[in-house]
């Protein structure tokens, strides 16, 4: 009998061939890939081969064109948005579900891990009475909380919506500085966008807890079904930390869902000194966290916490199907004992959701924790605090740095600053692009109160300390040569 000659070769030789070339990537001593863009490009961009060239050959393109081209979101000194390459141990716990566990149901080891990591998690980040799922990203993450949020809403007022439609207005509460997969996933659960009420912030970018009071009363008045409070640990722009506990209170007082978004910050609480920033947290229905922003997941890796899956079923069931649970004896009294991992699918993810086919992501998380442990997460944690502390102590007292925000967690609002210049978000901009066409200190930039900031976010397991030493340095010794050349 014929199979593909190439699903009889040998992973370990060419798995070799491709962890060597990655260990020379994570060197970072190869150029960005817009230096030779017109090289791999063309060897790329080749018209729909009709004859393979066998797997050697792509190994070697992979290995030799593709890799070394490869996204700078792996540097060390990477800082912008809220991205970074996954951990050593994360690609090789990816890299072994892909072959072992195509798919996280049945009864097998992933499946077990699937559980377990999401237990692992929850108790880490101070949820452990929780209840998890694991979707791509904080985008999907979100919308399954509010899914949950919006069946609760909904069933409160004897309407089951996932099955009869939306048939009344409702209202989301959040904040200017909220994720805007709030308001994409409020589309498409088919409440509008416009239902997402902007509540006002202080002027640290947190909520501001009267006007949520009021806001909420005020749709109450005009007959809105008050949905969600969404709440964030650790915004996007300066990681700012909303005032969860009296929050949940408002929210309880209406009871109204509170929904925590901690798609980057919820790792935060790992910091003793930041922990009670966290306080109230508790009191949520449903919590996100990315794994694969602070602790170093491999990409498409995010988990949705509410207290009773039951929820998230009803809000995300596909219903039974012939070809899915049809084939397995489902009637007790004639089912046999679980003898084979294909008896059974083991908890329903498929069903907490909105992926059926998705990868064994439990594993990945697994494989963080178990590598490192609590204790060496909290460590992670703590150091990427310290960096965005150092920068902010440094801009505090250097008469040519100025710092926009006072740090929360590992985010750092800063400037340059010079007197002799008028147009100082012009000298950013152009600082800016001159740091990305270093290569070396990439952060990304944002507006904080009206101000162009430098904003490292610092979440890479690779980075340490020297990374914000060298930012800073770079960002003095750029300004006062732009300042030169502008003068
Ligand atoms: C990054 C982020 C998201 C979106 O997460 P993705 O994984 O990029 O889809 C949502 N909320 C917050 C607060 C985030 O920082």
């Known amino acids: 009998m014929q199979v593909d000659a190439a699903e009889t070769a040998h992973l370990q030789s060419l798995l070799a061939r491709v962890g060597e070339a990655l260990d020379e990537f994570v060197k970072f001593d190869h150029p960005d890939a817009q230096v030779n863009g017109d090289g791999w490009r063309r060897r790329l961009d080749i018209p729909l081969p009709q004859k393979g060239v066998g797997i050697d050959r792509v190994t070697e393109e992979l290995v030799k064109v593709v890799i070394p081209n490869g996204s700078s979101i792996t ?28 798919q996280r149901y049945h009864l097998h080891a992933f499946n077990l891990l699937e559980e377990v990591s999401l237990k692992w998690l929850a108790t880490m980040c101070g949820i452990g009475s929780m209840q998890g799922v694991y979707s791509s990203g904080g985008s999907t993450a979100n919308l399954l909380a509010l899914g949950a949020a919006r069946q609760f809403a909904f069933e409160q007022v004897g309407h089951d919506v996932a099955a009869a439609g939306v048939h009344r207005q409702v209202g989301v509460y959040a904040t200017a ?41 005020a749709d109450r008045q005009a007959g809105v079904l008050p949905m969600a409070v969404v709440a964030n640990a650790g915004t996007t722009n300066t990681g700012a930390i909303d005032p969860l506990r009296e929050i949940a209170e408002v929210a309880r007082e209406h009871g109204v869902w509170f929904h925590v978004d901690g798609a980057y910050g919820l790792p935060g609480i790992l910091d003793e000194r930041k922990a009670h920033l966290y306080q109230g947290l508790e009191l949520a229905d449903s919590v996100i966290v990315d794994p694969h922003k602070w602790l170093g997941a491999s990409i498409g890796v995010a988990a949705t916490f509410v207290r009773d899956r039951e929820l998230l079923l009803r809000a995300f ?44 992501r439990g594993v990945v998380v697994w494989a963080l924790i178990r590598e490192i442990g609590v204790e060496g997460m909290r460590e992670r944690v ?11 102590d440094i801009a505090r007292q250097h008469q040519n740095l100025e710092l926009l925000i006072e740090p929360t967690l590992s985010i750092c ?75």
């Open 317 to 360: 069931t596909q219903e039974p199907a012939d070809y899915l649970e049809g084939s397995i004896e489902q009637d007790e009294s004639t089912a046999p004992a679980i003898e084979h991992s294909m008896d059974d699918f083991g908890i329903p993810y498929f069903d907490y959701g909105v992926e059926l086919s998705a990868p064994s």
């Open 177 to 217: 500085e909220a994720h805007h997969t709030v308001q994409r996933s409020a589309g498409v659960l088919g409440i509008g966008r416009r239902a997402v009420r902007p509540i006002a912030c202080d002027d640290r970018g947190r909520m501001d807890v009267n006007d949520l009071r009021r806001v909420i009363a």
């Open 413 to 487: 609002c800063f400037r340059y600053f010079s007197d002799q210049v008028d147009d100082l978000d012009r000298l950013n901009r152009l600082l800016h692009r001159r740091l990305i066409r270093e290569n070396r200190n990439l952060p990304s930039t944002t507006q904080v109160g009206g101000k162009l900031a430098l904003r490292p976010c610092f979440v890479g397991a690779r980075a340490n300390l020297e990374h914000a030493d060298s930012l800073v340095d770079d960002v003095l010794r750029i300004g006062g040569e732009l300042v030169r050349g502008l003068s």
């Open 75 to 102: 540097r060390p000194g990477f800082s912008s948005y809220i991205t970074t390459g996954g951990t050593t141990v994360a690609a090789l716990a990816a890299t072994a579900a892909n072959i072992a566990s195509p």
């Open 382 to 392: 703590r150091r990427h605090n310290d960096m965005a502390t150092r920068i902010a």
